[in-house]
């Protein structure tokens, strides 16, 4: 059974999308060429040369600066003006624009996929998520947070860094399928104040107060306030809890939940540096109510709810003894809160209402040392090697019943403690070819023992204005604490950690100084998945069970014109399938298409932002597949006007398709349909 027609886009365009998508946005591409000002062929370039042309850097690629043809991966970069040229509101905003990812939403939390692969309810323990070098997935359920929730406001970030493929070479755990690095806004770029509020659709509002001032002393202070509050949908119809046809004995106000999608966030991060040193503070609350009903409770119960909380201290010491000996050391200290609230019904059907509730609380507490020593070697080889030590000074996980007295379900609590060293180089074999081999060992003391992962990069230049890599990488995910300790069964099992072995070509070729083609092809090798199962008498634990295996091709073009035009648009075919039964996995799309498009008008004073994403069609749960869609993304900016005031309006979902994501294990949903078309409206005020 498939969807209704509406998710395949407007006018039914259904498969033929991506396709239109990429043929008229490569007609733009090339026909915006004309109007470049005369440049040099870089033919004609020399390789020195050809390093000075306006190529964008990465630093969470091999934790040292390096031009992204030098990566040892395929990289993007989102820049701030991208974010608020296309009104992205969350980090998963920004993460759908990019070629190859995709997000889902359950009502809760934010999911992303990487290459064909989304386990619907995993929050996102296989991509690493740092803000500024900091690792942010907790130490609980090794989870990365994408939307208000633990995470720094979009409009505190200078660029976002995404590092596609294993990183566990220099990373460690959950550098599975990518590294995302949020590098936030400096000091003196902000120079004084900022004010800015927000209004939009579902009675959302966010306000925000930023300050940075880089003073004469070689210090400098930014710090940034943010409150978020939004209604939610008023209303969302769950056929699955609507009585006159559902046989579910929730099921209940012919299947809407009524008010039960509001949230309220609120965070502080403030940095302050002196020369060398660095000392970085986040703390963020957040409060969600959840209207899926998931994990069999109430159905339109607005008390189910869950709050996050996160905090951590950073001190970072980056100093240069020479031009070519470079020491980078950080100590920090992690809190992670979770709560839960799940309305239950106990009352049999006829009887008058028996509503408990039951509760889940999470606390972790972390801290750490980081070291890391870069040397440059007569200007052509770079080594790093360094050494990384986390202590887990909490992991406590408890559930009961909210009675008197309490009936407690979990309680455990846990201690632990890593270390890991690791290598870096950067070899120039010929002045057209680079080696770069990594590896890294990890040692988890108090469960599996020890894991070495290796990452190898031949990087090629056939001619100046093109880049050819060969890549090999290996990674791992460790069982994290909720999948070795939650459940009571799970001494039944020894969990090890999960693997990955990837083989990718990538291609980048610059037919001007500022229109580049690349293309990625890319096989993937996943084993010893950690999978939810069940003992004959129902009871539940983990298990290295599965397989999985992804095979695609990646194509983008990208162009930035002197005049500010900027496009962007990527194509992406891809198959991921169980490694032992050879079906399709669930929630991974077999193509996706996008393009984002810049456009200045009235002499720059105004910029437009349109973005198209087309996510092809996919499997649920049930096996049941579902059609494709297609979503634009309209806004409206000013630069900076006269007296500080900027402005921008954003329309979302610009063509009111109807499109739903794959429920997980834990929802009676299928399908959980998303919102239709919405607005926002910002002002800003720099002063």
């Known amino acids: 059974m498939k969807t209704d027609s509406r998710n395949k886009g407007p006018a039914g365009l259904g498969s033929r999308v991506p396709w239109l998508l990429l043929a008229g946005c490569a007609c733009s591409c090339l026909g915006a060429v004309a109007p470049e000002p005369k440049v040099r062929n870089l033919a004609d370039l020399s390789l020195e040369e050809l390093m000075e042309i306006p190529v964008e850097s990465v630093v969470s690629a091999s934790k040292y600066e390096q031009k992204i043809t030098r990566a040892p991966t395929a990289v993007t970069i989102v820049t701030r003006e991208e974010i608020a040229a296309f009104g992205h509101r969350t980090l998963a905003d920004v993460l759908r624009s990019v070629r190859g990812l995709y997000v889902s939403d359950d009502g809760n939390y934010s999911y992303l996929g990487a290459r064909g692969f989304l386990r619907p309810g995993d929050y996102n323990t296989r991509v690493l998520v740092l803000i500024d070098g900091h690792r942010m997935n907790d130490n609980i359920y090794d989870a990365a947070y994408l939307g208000h929730e633990n995470t720094i406001d979009v409009d505190m970030i200078e660029r976002v860094e995404v590092v596609r493929g294993p990183s566990s070479s220099i990373y460690g755990s959950s550098a599975f399928f990518g590294v ?164 239950y019904e106990y009352a049999e059907p006829g009887m008058p209402s028996d509503i408990a509730f039951s509760k889940d609380e999470t606390r972790g507490e972390w801290t750490g040392t980081e070291w890391q020593l870069t040397s440059t070697m007569g200007g052509r080889h770079t080594v790093a090697v360094g050494a990384e030590f986390r202590e887990n000074l909490r992991q406590e996980q408890l559930a009961y019943d909210d009675t008197v007295p309490r009936n407690y379900t979990v309680v455990d609590e846990h201690t632990s403690r890593t270390l890991a060293l690791y290598a870096q180089g950067e070899f120039r074999l010929h002045p057209r070819l680079v080696f770069n081999a990594g590896l890294r060992y990890d040692g988890y003391f108090d469960s599996f023992g020890g894991t070495l992962n290796p990452r190898l990069g031949l990087i090629y230049n056939p001619q100046e204005r093109t880049t050819v890599k060969l890549l090999y990488g290996q990674a791992f995910r460790a069982p994290n604490a909720y999948e070795r300790y939650y459940y009571s069964n799970q001494h039944l099992v020894d969990l090890i950690p999960e693997k990955i072995h990837t083989y990718e070509f990538t291609a980048d070729h610059y037919f001007t100084q500022r229109f580049r083609l690349g293309a990625s092809a890319f096989r993937y090798n996943v084993s010893k998945l950690i999978t939810q199962v069940a003992t004959p008498e129902g009871a539940i634990y983990f298990s290295n069970l599965n397989r999985a295996e992804s095979t695609g091709l990646e194509l983008e073009m990208e162009g930035k014109y002197a005049s500010g035009l900027r496009l962007r648009t990527s194509y992406v075919l891809q198959r991921t399938k169980d490694g032992t039964t050879g079906e399709e996995l669930t929630s991974s799309p077999r193509q996706m298409a996008k393009a984002g498009l810049i456009y200045p008008i009235l002499r720059d004073q105004f910029t437009a932002g349109l973005e198209l994403q087309y996510q092809g069609r996919l499997r649920t749960l049930s096996g049941r597949e579902v059609d494709g869609f297609l979503l634009g993304n309209l806004t409206l900016s000013t630069r900076p006007l006269a007296h500080g005031f900027e402005f921008s309006a954003s329309v979302y979902n610009l063509f009111n398709t109807g499109y739903g994501y794959p429920g997980a294990e834990d929802h009676a949903q299928d399908i959980l349909p998303q919102p239709g078309r919405s607005f926002r409206f910002k002002v800003g005020y720099k002063f």
């Open 180 to 343: 995302v690095n949020l590098v936030t806004r400096q000091a003196a770029l902000v120079d004084g104040a900022e004010i800015a509020s927000e209004a939009g659709s579902f009675g959302t509002y966010k306000g925000r107060f930023s300050y940075g001032k880089r003073f004469a002393s070689d210090s400098a202070l930014f710090l940034s306030a943010v409150y978020y509050r939004s209604d939610g949908r008023a209303q969302i119809y769950y056929p699955e809890f609507d009585q006159r046809t559902s046989p579910d004995p929730r099921a209940a106000n012919n299947g809407i939940a009524q008010n039960a999608d509001g949230e309220t966030a609120a965070s502080l991060f403030s940095s302050f540096r002196y020369r060398d040193l660095t000392v970085s503070g986040f703390l963020s609350t957040r409060e969600k109510t959840v209207p899926t009903a998931s994990f069999y409770t109430v159905f339109n119960d607005s008390r189910a709810k869950t709050t996050d909380n996160r905090a951590y201290l950073d001190v970072k010491f980056d100093h240069a003894f020479s031009p070519d000996v470079r020491l980078l050391a950080r100590a920090y200290y992690d809190f992670y809160y979770y709560h839960g609230d799940y309305p």
